[in-house]
């Protein structure tokens, strides 16, 4: 059906002629096709361009009158016969490249996607400077071809029970009592027909369910909702609040509509009639007390497809005039408590709004945004996209997909309670119009698995590793923990859109890692792998130098044992050797002593940080172990007698080495002793 009418709105079409002059051939003058287009007339307006084009020789003006036929065929959904007539544009040699683009939109419509990307990249050669709105386009496109066989996102059907031979739309949720949709079928309460469609005005339906023992069931037919909301004009697009009692609807005067095709055209100078936003309360079975929302204001401006937050606080809705982006944007109004009514609208910016329409907004959550929009790249006509965000600042959208989105219009979406099931509205190729499906979200399994490794640093190699326990956390720290078989195996079931962190741990064994995983962005199953690396522990701290004859510890030596303590305190089972060292000069009795004492001050330090005094085994090993060849041996006469300070100094030093990884504290080995007895 057409989109216009699709969006309860007044559409004016504004067409441009590059070199067209006012003419007239029996069929009709181009003025008169311009005040039909205006009038949405269109099929009135492709036979005088036709007439125009077959009694003309020249090929610019072939191509003009194929052009204004394909896009009045495109605006009447007649896209099969206007991919022809683009066709022919191009093939007289319309020089706007807009032509691909157009027939790109057509071939979309019908699902010719192979036919549509071929076009995009004629496009792009043909205009260099806009390129960027073909490849996007084309990235869609060749996503959806690439994904065919794929995983399924949805399963989809016609909701039959819903649908009439007309137009069934809008679907929304009221809570126990059924689902909301609108619709122009026959059983519309109002007498008139509109006379953009041929069709009666719409109005608001509700399908219930019957219960047979302790299934339910839908059952048909869906009536009109009672009370004062149906009216003769056009009614639809509801949402209600959270306890079902409150409903905001869109209502438009269709006054103008009905008449204006009349040959007189008598109303033709009168302001446009304009579509805006309700709220209509429930008394009993019946909605009452309609009333117009304060910010729908301006009569020059359509107000429709309002959605009301989970809270009641919010109302995003689509609306067209001064400030939007192109076509029809998504505004937000807060309720205001104090005054009990709604804020003016603040249009809801670049990350949401296009230069093409964004409508029939819808909240899953706070922070969840569904809506559709045929100004961002998608599969043809209106699609289903949804943003994350709250107030006014939202993400870029995500696009749905098949066999949510199709060629045609998509729009409309609302979820059951348990956010996997759901419906929405389609006029998707081969149907009868505007119907109402529903789709279930299947459920997508995302794993973690992998391999515990230690790294044995000798024969250089990867040894699996029972036992360890490897623990998942998420980002709001909820843990998780498994332990390795005798492969030294582990795997986690995930949650879809969650980002973790996971380490393996084994006691007498280095911590891997922190790895970092994520199922953001995944839309399919998959297995992530993420294997974990633990090693032995060697540690050799060097870098605690003496002064000359003292066992002080300095600043910088300090520093280096508070690094350590961090390391200690990790791994409670390590037992450390404290080894200290002098250079050559003194007695090796007195360097003995001295070295010991040195060992001692490092061993004070770390006990009194309450590193336990068991863990910690303090060596002198005097002048034995030099490091460089600065020896004052045999009777001080040796190499180091001509050594430097800096040189002597080098030797005056302690290192720190694990000895073993079994220490057991005394209360634990007290712990023990009471568990075994």
Same mark, same amino acid.
């Given at each position: 059906?057409?989109?216009?009418?699709?969006?309860?709105?007044?559409?004016?079409?504004?067409?441009?002629?590059?070199?067209?002059?006012?003419?007239?051939?029996?069929?009709?003058?181009?003025?008169?096709?311009?005040?039909?287009?205006?009038?949405?007339?269109?099929?009135?307006?492709?036979?005088?361009?036709?007439?125009?084009?077959?009694?003309?020789?020249?090929?610019?003006?072939?191509?003009?009158?194929?052009?204004?036929?394909?896009?009045?065929?495109?605006? #009447?959904?007649?896209?099969?016969?206007?991919?022809?007539?683009?066709?022919?544009?191009?093939?007289?040699?319309?020089?706007?490249?807009?032509?691909?683009?157009?027939?790109?939109?057509?071939?979309?419509?019908?699902?010719?996607?192979?036919?549509?990307?071929? %076009?995009?990249?004629?496009?792009?050669?043909?205009?260099?400077?806009?390129?960027?709105?073909?490849?996007?386009?084309?990235?869609?496109?060749?996503?959806?071809?690439?994904?065919?066989?794929?995983?399924?996102?949805?399963?989809?059907?016609?909701?039959?029970?819903?649908?009439?031979?007309?137009?069934?739309?809008?679907?929304?949720?009221?809570?126990?009592?059924?689902?909301?949709?609108?619709?122009?079928?026959?059983?519309?309460?109002?007498?008139?027909?509109?006379?953009?469609?041929?069709?009666?005005?719409?109005?608001?339906?509700?399908?219930?369910?019957?219960?047979?023992?302790?299934?339910?069931?839908?059952?048909?037919?869906?009536?009109?909702?009672?009370?004062?909301?149906?009216?003769?004009?056009?009614?639809?697009?509801?949402?209600?609040?959270?306890?079902?009692?409150?409903?905001?609807?869109?209502?438009?005067?269709?006054?103008?509509?009905?008449?204006? #095709?009349?040959?007189?055209?008598?109303?033709?100078?009168?302001?446009?009639?304009?579509?805006?936003?309700?709220?209509?309360?429930?008394?009993?079975?019946?909605?009452?007390?309609?009333?117009?929302?304060?910010?729908?204001?301006?009569?020059?401006?359509?107000?429709?497809?309002?959605?009301?937050?989970?809270?009641?606080?919010?109302?995003?809705? +689509?609306?067209?005039?001064?400030?939007?982006?192109?076509?029809?944007?998504?505004? &937000?109004?807060?309720?205001?408590?104090?005054?009990?009514?709604?804020?003016?609208?603040?249009?809801?910016?670049?990350?949401?709004?296009?230069?093409?329409?964004?409508?029939?907004?819808?909240?899953?959550?706070?922070?969840?945004?569904?809506?559709?929009?045929?100004?961002?790249?998608?599969?043809?006509?209106?699609?289903?996209?949804?943003?994350?965000?709250?107030?006014?600042?939202?993400?870029?959208?995500?696009?749905?997909?098949?066999?949510?989105?199709?060629?045609?219009?998509?729009?409309?979406?609302?979820?059951?309670?348990?956010?996997?099931?759901?419906?929405?509205?389609? *006029?998707?190729?081969?149907?009868?119009?505007?119907?109402?499906?529903?789709?279930?979200?299947?459920?997508?399994?995302?794993?973690?698995?992998?391999?515990?490794?230690?790294?044995?640093?000798?024969?250089?190699?990867?040894?699996?590793?029972?036992?360890?326990?490897?623990?998942?956390?998420?980002?709001?720290?909820?843990?998780?923990?498994?332990?390795?078989?005798?492969?030294?195996?582990?795997?986690?079931? &995930?949650?879809?859109?969650?980002?973790?962190?996971?380490?393996?741990?084994?006691? #007498?064994?280095? *911590?891997?890692?922190?790895?970092?995983?994520?199922?953001?962005?995944?839309?399919?199953?998959?297995?992530?792998?993420?294997?974990?690396?633990?090693?032995?522990?060697?540690?050799?701290?060097?870098?605690?130098?003496?002064?000359?004859?003292?066992?002080? &510890?300095?600043?910088?030596?300090?520093?280096?044992?508070?690094?350590?303590?961090?390391?200690?305190?990790?791994?409670?089972?390590?037992?450390?050797?404290?080894?200290?060292?002098?250079?050559?000069?003194?007695?090796?009795?007195?360097?003995?002593?001295? +070295?010991?004492?040195?060992?001692?001050?490092?061993?004070?330090?770390?006990?009194?940080?309450?590193?336990?005094?068991?863990?910690?085994?303090?060596?002198?090993?005097?002048?034995?172990? &030099?490091?460089?060849?600065?020896?004052?041996?045999? %009777?001080?006469?040796?190499?180091?007698?001509?050594?430097?300070?800096?040189?002597?100094?080098? #030797?005056?030093?302690?290192?720190?080495?694990?000895?073993?990884?079994?220490?057991?504290?005394?209360?634990?080995?007290?712990?023990?002793?009471?568990?075994?007895?």
């Amino acid at each position: 059906m057409n989109k216009c009418y699709l969006l309860f709105l007044v559409c004016l079409v504004g067409i441009g002629f590059s070199g067209l002059t006012s003419c007239s051939s029996g069929g009709g003058k181009i003025e008169d096709a311009i005040k039909d287009e205006k009038n949405e007339m269109y099929h009135d307006a492709i036979d005088i361009y036709k007439s125009l084009y077959s009694s003309t020789h020249d090929r610019a003006k072939k191509a003009e009158y194929a052009f204004r036929i394909a896009e009045d065929m495109r605006l #009447n959904r007649d896209y099969v016969h206007a991919e022809g007539w683009y066709t022919k544009a191009i093939t007289f040699g319309y020089k706007d490249p807009i032509v691909y683009l157009k027939l790109v939109d057509v071939q979309k419509m019908d699902e010719k996607y192979d036919d549509a990307i071929a %076009n995009l990249e004629t496009y792009k050669k043909e205009s260099p400077k806009d390129t960027a709105t073909a490849a996007a386009q084309e990235k869609v496109l060749k996503e959806f071809l690439n994904d065919k066989g794929g995983c399924q996102l949805y399963f989809v059907d016609n909701f039959k029970v819903a649908n009439s031979p007309q137009n069934d739309y809008a679907p929304v949720l009221l809570k126990k009592e059924g689902l909301v949709f609108t619709s122009d079928r026959q059983d519309a309460t109002g007498k008139k027909i509109f006379g953009r469609m041929g069709l009666k005005y719409s109005d608001l339906f509700i399908l219930t369910k019957k219960k047979t023992g302790k299934i339910e069931k839908w059952s048909g037919p869906a009536t009109p909702l009672t009370g004062d909301v149906n009216t003769d004009m056009n009614q639809g697009t509801a949402t209600f609040d959270g306890k079902g009692t409150t409903m905001y609807y869109t209502d438009c005067n269709g006054k103008f509509q009905a008449d204006r #095709n009349a040959k007189d055209n008598k109303d033709k100078d009168k302001k446009m009639p304009n579509c805006v936003i309700k709220v209509a309360t429930r008394k009993g079975k019946d909605w009452s007390d309609p009333q117009i929302l304060a910010f729908c204001k301006d009569t020059s401006i359509n107000y429709g497809q309002p959605a009301i937050s989970p809270d009641g606080n919010r109302l995003i809705f +689509s609306m067209n005039g001064p400030g939007t982006k192109g076509g029809h944007d998504l505004y &937000l109004s807060n309720f205001v408590k104090r005054g009990k009514t709604w804020s003016d609208p603040v249009n809801l910016g670049d990350n949401i709004n296009t230069t093409g329409d964004e409508v029939y907004p819808y909240f899953l959550n706070d922070t969840t945004l569904y809506f559709s929009s045929d100004g961002w790249p998608g599969l043809g006509g209106l699609d289903l996209f949804v943003s994350t965000g709250q107030g006014d600042q939202w993400s870029k959208p995500r696009h749905l997909k098949a066999p949510l989105n199709s060629g045609g219009d998509d729009f409309g979406i609302t979820f059951d309670d348990n956010k996997t099931t759901g419906y929405f509205a389609s *006029n998707r190729p081969k149907s009868r119009g505007d119907d109402i499906y529903s789709f279930t979200v299947p459920p997508q399994t995302f794993t973690l698995s992998g391999l515990a490794y230690r790294l044995d640093t000798i024969a250089k190699k990867r040894v699996p590793l029972p036992g360890t326990t490897v623990t998942l956390t998420t980002k709001n720290k909820k843990k998780f923990t498994a332990t390795t078989d005798k492969q030294g195996y582990y795997k986690f079931v &995930l949650s879809d859109n969650m980002e973790y962190e996971v380490i393996g741990k084994k006691k #007498n064994y280095f *911590n891997s890692n922190k790895e970092h995983v994520t199922t953001v962005g995944l839309e399919c199953s998959k297995d992530l792998n993420q294997d974990l690396d633990l090693s032995v522990p060697i540690i050799s701290v060097h870098g605690i130098l003496y002064a000359l004859n003292s066992a002080e &510890l300095r600043p910088e030596s300090k520093q280096t044992l508070d690094s350590l303590y961090d390391v200690m305190k990790s791994y409670p089972y390590m037992v450390f050797e404290i080894g200290s060292h002098t250079d050559c000069r003194a007695s090796y009795a007195y360097n003995d002593s001295l +070295s010991l004492a040195r060992a001692k001050s490092v061993m004070d330090y770390m006990v009194a940080k309450g590193i336990d005094k068991g863990r910690l085994e303090p060596h002198g090993y005097g002048e034995h172990f &030099l490091l460089n060849n600065c020896a004052c041996e045999p %009777n001080d006469v040796g190499p180091g007698k001509d050594c430097t300070e800096e040189q002597h100094q080098i #030797n005056r030093r302690t290192t720190i080495k694990i000895l073993r990884m079994d220490f057991v504290s005394d209360k634990e080995k007290q712990e023990q002793k009471e568990e075994d007895k």
